[in-house]
């Protein structure tokens, strides 16, 4: 096979043992690195404080847009050449024609100057072995393998120097499918005869170590795929990039729970508040690079209430845009991000330099916090404009909308803060509210969950539950379209009647509440009989028997089903605290796997 060799690696490897590794399905854990303990960096204070990052995945899959030999590829199209199988000296002769005359690095940057975003990560080198920038390692590169024959890598750092914007590069470690010795490519070379410790030595280090040199000051090298890499392989990688660039940040992604702050999968928020430094990663439509048929993009307002809610919990948003085969950003692409900039323009003091909230999310929407301020992400206005915030233990001096400044009266009684709302938001996307306050905002951490009439519902997610026996929640991964991954937080291993879900509630307004579980089951699961609760304190419970409706299997790459099966209207004759819970009536297989409970006011 006619495959491109490579050139002068070997004085810039370094002493490297690996030792041979074996070729796996590539599961999602796998993926982005199974149990990655990252986020604990002292020097990752920019980060941190960063928030909004723009990932740019560009490479020859943009030139084929989803469809190459002939074929249409629905999913995420950087992973095209490995879903359709094509050979890899092919390839290279495909991606020939990629030729982004049009791209132009000062327009990406005025672009990501006007979302708001704090830094870039560009993929530098994807699964398919392609180096977007000027290698002397290999010539399968966009200088020596394309018409372009111009770094755009070289440009991008030069505009984003001028622009204040922190850059880093995305580079794929293990997975390389254009080489022999490269991970992934089962199609064309023999797992058996592959020398992993050779594409170490001679092409993925010296690539890393050409990035650090050659680009000026990088704020991160993101690696991603670690696949079986071994603690000491990894540690090799993150030690490069600390050796030439010491205040350069590594993701978790190299693997073995190593790097300076951690990711978590694509397209997952973690399902609570988590400590230290680490971002979210999304992709503005189903797929990462471009794909000219998947027009599904997330509009401004799920962008700021996406960043809202990964701030909430204390992390970054890094939001994807696949570029265009001719160097544009898809148009409603640059439309939305421009938007979500407009935003943050008039309420990024809510968001950047921010942290999670020592109060949980309420019915209508999240909180993040600065020391003596509190900000308020308002998703959906109480219908009567008496917003209550609970567990507020300082002492509120003064309370404003960022977007235009206007005061908002409040009433603080004990805990509680009671906020007089406009009948009409400046934002119905999300309005903040900044209060401003003295003493200390302590942590809640048994606090009772919010449940009002002046919302069209509320819901109480799986991880807030209060677990006994053998009840735990987990992450259930699943995916729409290939690569297209979904993570739901659920309660799973409900088998017997002592292995209960519960949840405190604070029910502020009396009447009528429908009651309903959004849950999968299979056919295990399929005619299981569960006992929902409802028990106001000091008084006597109120119990609904069900009947676990099958939805369907679960496979992590396919679509998981869930019903919202409601199972119960339930009287509240007056505010107060209540329990409620779920259990299985009896010993046998699992219940189900909840995802939330929902309550809606009957009006």
Same mark, same amino acid.
């Given at each position: 096979?006619?495959?491109?060799?490579?050139?002068?690696?070997?004085?810039?490897?370094?002493?490297l043992?690996?030792?041979?590794?074996?070729?796996?399905?590539?599961?999602?854990?796998?993926?982005?690195g199974?149990?990655? =303990?990252?986020?604990?960096?002292?020097?990752?204070?920019?980060? %941190?404080?960063?928030?909004?990052?723009?990932?740019?995945?560009?490479?020859?899959y943009?030139?084929?847009?989803?469809?190459?030999?002939?074929?249409?590829?629905?999913?995420?199209?950087?992973?095209?050449?490995q879903?359709?199988?094509?050979?890899?000296? $092919?390839?290279?002769?495909?991606?020939?024609?990629?030729?982004?005359?049009?791209?132009?690095?000062?327009?990406?940057?005025?672009?990501?100057?006007?979302?708001?975003?704090?830094? +870039?990560?560009?993929?530098?080198?994807?699964?398919?072995?392609f180096?977007?920038?000027?290698s002397?390692?290999?010539d399968?590169?966009?200088?020596?393998?394309?018409?372009?024959?111009?770094?755009?890598?070289?440009?991008?750092?030069a505009?984003?120097?001028?622009?204040?914007?922190?850059?880093?590069?995305?580079?794929?470690?293990?997975?390389?499918?254009?080489?022999p010795?490269?991970?992934?490519?089962?199609?064309?070379?023999?797992?058996?005869?592959?020398?992993?410790?050779?594409?170490?030595?001679?092409?993925?280090?010296?690539?890393? %170590?050409e990035?650090?040199?050659?680009?000026?000051?990088?704020?991160?090298?993101?690696?991603?795929?670690?696949?079986?890499?071994s603690?000491?392989?990894?540690?090799?990688?993150? =030690?490069?990039v600390?050796?030439?660039?010491?205040?350069?940040?590594?993701?978790?992604?190299?693997?073995?729970?190593?790097g300076?702050?951690?990711?978590?999968?694509?397209g997952?928020?973690?399902?609570?508040?988590?400590?230290?430094?680490?971002?979210?990663?999304?992709?503005?439509?189903?797929?990462?690079?471009?794909?000219?048929?998947?027009? !599904?993009?997330?509009?401004?307002?799920?962008?700021?209430?996406?960043?809202a $809610?990964? *701030?909430?919990?204390?992390?970054?948003?890094?939001?994807?845009?696949?570029?265009?085969?001719n160097?544009?950003?898809?148009?409603?692409?640059?439309?939305?991000?421009? *938007?979500?900039?407009?935003?943050?323009k008039?309420?990024?003091?809510?968001?950047y330099?921010?942290t999670?909230?020592?109060?949980?999310?309420?019915?209508w929407?999240?909180?993040?916090?600065?020391?003596?301020?509190?900000?308020?992400?308002?998703?959906?206005?109480p219908? !009567?404009?008496?917003?209550?915030?609970?567990?507020? %233990?300082?002492?509120?001096?003064?309370?404003?909308?960022l977007?235009?400044?206007?005061?908002?009266?409040?009433?603080?009684?004990?805990?509680?803060?009671?906020?007089?709302?406009p009948t009409?938001?400046?934002?119905?996307?999300?309005?903040?509210?900044?209060?401003?306050?003295?003493?200390?905002?302590?942590?809640?951490?048994?606090?009772?969950?919010?449940?009002?009439?002046?919302?069209?519902?509320?819901?109480?997610?799986?991880?807030?539950? +209060?677990?006994?026996? !053998?009840?735990?929640?987990?992450?259930?991964?699943?995916s729409?379209?290939?690569?297209?991954?979904?993570? *739901?937080?659920? +309660?799973?291993?409900?088998?017997?009647?002592?292995?209960?879900?519960?949840?405190?509630?604070?029910?502020?307004?009396?009447?009528?509440?429908k009651?309903?579980?959004?849950?999968? *089951?299979?056919?295990?699961?399929?005619?299981? $009989?569960?006992?929902? $609760?409802?028990?106001p304190?000091?008084k006597?419970?109120?119990?609904?028997p069900?009947?676990?409706?099958?939805?369907?299997?679960?496979?992590?790459?396919?679509?998981?089903?869930f +019903?919202?099966?409601?199972?119960?209207?339930?009287?509240?004759? =007056?505010?107060?605290?209540?329990?409620?819970?779920?259990?299985?009536?009896?010993?046998?297989?699992?219940?189900?796997?909840?995802?939330?409970?929902?309550?809606?006011?009957?009006?």
């Open positions: 096979m006619n495959l491109p060799h490579y050139r002068k690696a070997a004085f810039l490897a370094g002493s043992f690996i030792s041979s590794l074996t070729v796996h399905a590539q599961q999602p854990d796998q993926l982005w199974k149990n990655a =303990e990252a986020g604990k960096s002292e020097k990752a204070k920019w980060f %941190t404080e960063a928030k909004f990052g723009l990932f740019l995945h560009w490479g020859p943009a030139h084929f847009a989803g469809d190459i030999r002939g074929k249409r590829y629905y999913g995420i199209t950087e992973w095209i050449m879903r359709d199988k094509t050979p890899a000296a $092919e390839y290279a002769k495909l991606a020939s024609g990629f030729n982004p005359t049009q791209f132009n690095a000062e327009e990406w940057v005025d672009i990501a100057k006007a979302a708001g975003v704090k830094y +870039i990560v560009l993929t530098s080198k994807h699964h398919d072995g180096a977007m920038f000027d002397k390692v290999s399968f590169d966009i200088v020596d393998a394309t018409p372009y024959k111009k770094d755009p890598i070289k440009a991008l750092a505009a984003c120097k001028k622009a204040g914007i922190k850059l880093g590069f995305y580079y794929s470690q293990y997975q390389d499918w254009h080489e010795n490269g991970g992934g490519n089962t199609w064309d070379f023999d797992p058996k005869t592959k020398d992993y410790s050779s594409y170490y030595k001679n092409k993925s280090l010296p690539q890393i %170590t990035l650090l040199s050659n680009y000026g000051e990088l704020g991160i090298i993101w690696f991603d795929t670690p696949g079986n890499m603690k000491e392989e990894s540690a090799a990688f993150l =030690e490069k600390h050796q030439l660039q010491p205040n350069c940040l590594v993701s978790s992604r190299v693997g073995n729970g190593l300076d702050f951690k990711d978590f999968g694509d997952e928020v973690p399902a609570g508040i988590v400590k230290g430094a680490w971002e979210a990663i999304f992709t503005h439509n189903d797929s990462w690079g471009y794909s000219a048929f998947d027009q !599904n993009f997330k509009t401004p307002k799920e962008m700021i209430r996406l960043l $809610e990964v *701030a909430s919990k204390g992390g970054n948003l890094m939001m994807n845009v696949g570029p265009m085969g160097g544009k950003f898809p148009a409603m692409s640059e439309q939305y991000f421009r *938007a979500t900039g407009a935003w943050l008039r309420n990024g003091e809510g968001i330099q921010t999670y909230a020592p109060i949980p999310a309420q019915p929407g999240v909180m993040t916090h600065k020391p003596g301020k509190l900000y308020l992400h308002v998703f959906a206005r219908h !009567n404009g008496k917003l209550l915030v609970p567990g507020f %233990t300082g002492t509120a001096k003064k309370a404003a909308m977007a235009n400044g206007q005061a908002v009266t409040f009433q603080q009684k004990g805990k509680d803060i009671w906020l007089n709302l009409t938001l400046p934002d119905e996307r999300n309005t903040v509210i900044a209060i401003e306050y003295t003493g200390e905002l302590k942590e809640q951490t048994a606090a009772p969950l919010t449940v009002s009439a002046q919302f069209e519902r509320t819901e109480l997610l799986a991880q807030a539950a +209060i677990l006994k026996g !053998n009840a735990q929640t987990k992450s259930l991964t699943h729409y379209y290939f690569g297209d991954w979904k993570h *739901a937080n659920c +309660i799973v291993n409900q088998k017997d009647p002592a292995d209960v879900a519960s949840y405190q509630l604070r029910i502020t307004d009396p009447g009528d509440y009651v309903m579980l959004q849950y999968a *089951a299979d056919t295990a699961s399929e005619g299981r $009989e569960g006992l929902l $609760e409802l028990t304190v000091g006597a419970k109120q119990t609904y069900f009947q676990v409706l099958l939805t369907g299997k679960h496979d992590t790459h396919k679509p998981l089903l +019903i919202d099966q409601a199972v119960a209207v339930v009287h509240v004759p =007056e505010p107060g605290e209540w329990t409620l819970q779920v259990q299985p009536v009896k010993a046998g297989n699992e219940l189900f796997r909840l995802q939330k409970i929902i309550l809606e006011p009957v009006n």
